[in-house]
């Protein structure tokens, strides 16, 4: 990594030797040679300089990722936080919409579990909306197919929220056989379920919140989408609360 940044700073240093305007004085090949030995003695004696260009890389990478994260987000808002083929939790009349994209089997999306429902119980003006985002496997899709039927047939999101919980706060792989299982506890209509399954709504349903995480740059599960803002990771019930409260006052703690 090191030997490829120094050979990138030598030759940006011999770029800028080389390219003199044609009616500049030119250097001969000895001064080229002489001014490249410079910026390779100079990077020895301050390999710090290296990690600076490293870090300005970085930053620079990240405040563009920024920068296309919003611009996702205001291009396709409306079906990012109003689509009819999502779950929509807590009040939906809310102040605040805190989006989640997840998989059934993500560990760190288990794990986040209690910390969305911490937020629901506690925060009467939150609006969750949960899309599905199964990128773990065939299992994954499997189970994201058989949510996407109960959230057909349970149009308050009461036994989709019971069903959920059960799934993805369950010990082991889920799959499809898991999950038809956790919908029949639950009392889903299992005939019913088993055709919507198959539906073109189905299908649509996960191809949308698919096309939306490859739009947004998703890359991982759990992922948020708080105001603007896109959050990959389980960043935790803190850093939630704060992102929050930034988009409903304008500071971290309201």
């Known amino acids: 990594m090191t030997r490829f940044f120094c050979s990138l700073l030598l030759c940006a240093g011999a770029a800028l030797v080389w390219a003199v305007p044609l009616n500049a004085q030119t250097f001969s090949e000895t001064q080229r040679g002489e001014i490249e030995g410079i910026v390779k003695a100079y990077l020895i004696a301050h390999p710090e300089v290296i990690q600076e260009v490293m870090t300005e890389i970085e930053k620079r990478q990240a405040e563009a990722e920024v920068e296309k994260h919003k611009e996702g987000v205001k291009q396709y808002s409306k079906v990012l936080f109003y689509s009819p083929r999502q779950v929509t939790l807590g009040n939906p009349d809310g102040d605040v919409t ?17 910390q969305m429902m911490t937020l629901l119980k506690d925060d009467a003006n939150l609006r969750v909306v949960l899309k599905e985002f199964p990128v773990l496997g065939p299992g994954s899709v499997e189970a994201a197919k058989v949510a996407v039927a109960v959230r057909m047939q349970d149009k308050t999101g009461k036994k989709y929220l019971d069903f959920h919980q059960k799934l993805l706060g369950g010990r082991g792989k889920a799959d499809k056989a898991r999950a038809l299982a956790v919908a ?71």
Request: glycine letters at 12%; proline letters at 2%; aromatic letters at 6%.
């Open 98 to 114: 805190m989006v989640e994209f997840f998989d059934y089997n993500c560990g760190f999306c288990k794990g986040a579990l209690p």
């Open 184 to 254: 029949k506890e639950v009392g889903m209509d299992m005939g019913r379920l088993e055709k919507d399954m198959g539906s073109d709504e189905a299908r649509v349903s996960l191809e949308e919140s698919l096309k939306l995480a490859e739009t947004l740059g998703l890359n991982g599960t759990p992922s948020y989408v708080v105001g603007d803002e896109v959050v990959v990771g389980a960043v935790g019930l803190a850093a939630l609360r704060s992102k929050i409260s930034t988009v409903r006052c304008g500071k971290e703690t309201c």
